[in-house]
């Protein structure tokens, strides 16, 4: 994969998880659904552990947030099923 390769899965993770979540309107996803839209490959599992890895940089930066049964949970300290939403500016 090289810098100037403009497929979608020569993007950066971090910044396909935000782009995927924006395009959500406003609606929080699970880390399969967004490996299946960044990848629309069958072999879209391989993403989700790199998924869950960013999604937890990317939750201390403030850029996103990690859902646990509908609540905010701790970036450092969650376990099972979870969803991704953006930050949410009310």
């Known amino acids: 994969m090289t810098s100037n390769d403009s497929s979608p899965d020569a993007r950066p993770l971090d910044r396909a998880i935000i782009e995927t979540l924006t395009q959500a309107g406003g609606k929080t996803l699970s880390a399969p659904e967004i490996a299946q839209t960044i990848t629309g490959d069958p072999a879209w599992h391989d993403l989700l552990a790199p998924i869950r ?27 099972g099923v979870y969803r991704l939403g953006l930050p949410r500016h009310d």
């Open 53 to 79: 890895r960013e999604a937890v940089v990317l939750a201390q930066a403030g850029r996103l947030v990690i859902y646990r049964k509908g609540k905010p949970a701790d970036p450092n300290d969650f376990r």
